[in-house]
């Protein structure tokens, strides 16, 4: 059972740091910026920085529900490179939005694509885990048991 959910626990628990990471950067900044909390101005530098973060905190509850559905009702090695691949995505959205709003631009795209095929491969695996095959072998059979029927 565990070999069928240890690399998307692996994923996961990376992404978990990742967000830790993205939180310590905005603790950091509002240090470096003097912006005291719970307030969210300040100069553009915090701002993006503390956006970044808040961007990426906003996609996580999506990522994880998509990673592990694609990864159980799909293919757990495909989920987890797909999951890998957002994370890294993601990583540098949140390095290039630090620098620039322009920055976050190119990993921003590519990790919403990224997103949208764990959720194709997830809307797949349920398909076939409600759809179970077989019947779709009985709706390809019956063209030809009708051509029995008409045969003359």
């Known amino acids: 059972m565990l070999d069928q959910i240890a690399l998307l626990a692996?994923?996961?628990?990376?992404?978990?740091?990742?967000q830790a990471y993205f939180s310590l950067q905005v603790i950091y900044a509002r240090r470096k910026y003097k912006v005291s909390p719970?307030?969210?101005a300040g100069p553009p530098e915090f701002e993006r920085v503390f956006r970044a973060q808040v961007n990426c905190s906003e996609y996580f509850p999506i990522f994880l529900s998509v990673l592990w559905v694609a990864g159980l009702f799909f293919q757990q090695a495909v989920a987890a490179v797909c999951g890998l691949l957002y994370l890294y995505a993601r990583y540098r959205y949140?390095?290039?939005?630090?620098?620039?709003a322009q920055g976050r631009l190119?990993?921003?795209y590519f990790s919403a694509k990224v997103?949208?095929?764990?959720?194709?491969?997830?809307?797949?695996?349920?398909?076939i885990h409600f759809l179970p095959l077989s019947s779709f072998v009985r709706t390809m059979e019956m063209p030809s048991q009708l051509q029995l029927l008409f045969s003359w």
């Not at 949140?94 to 620039?100: A, D, E, I, P, V």
């Not at 095929?117 to 997830?122: E, M, R, T």
């Open 115 to 127: 997103l949208w095929i764990l959720i194709g491969l997830a809307t797949v695996g349920l398909l």
């Open 38 to 40: 719970p307030g969210t």
């Open 10 to 18: 692996a994923v996961t628990l990376l992404g978990v740091l990742e």
């Open 94 to 100: 949140f390095q290039g939005y630090t620098l620039s």
């Open 106 to 108: 190119a990993p921003m």
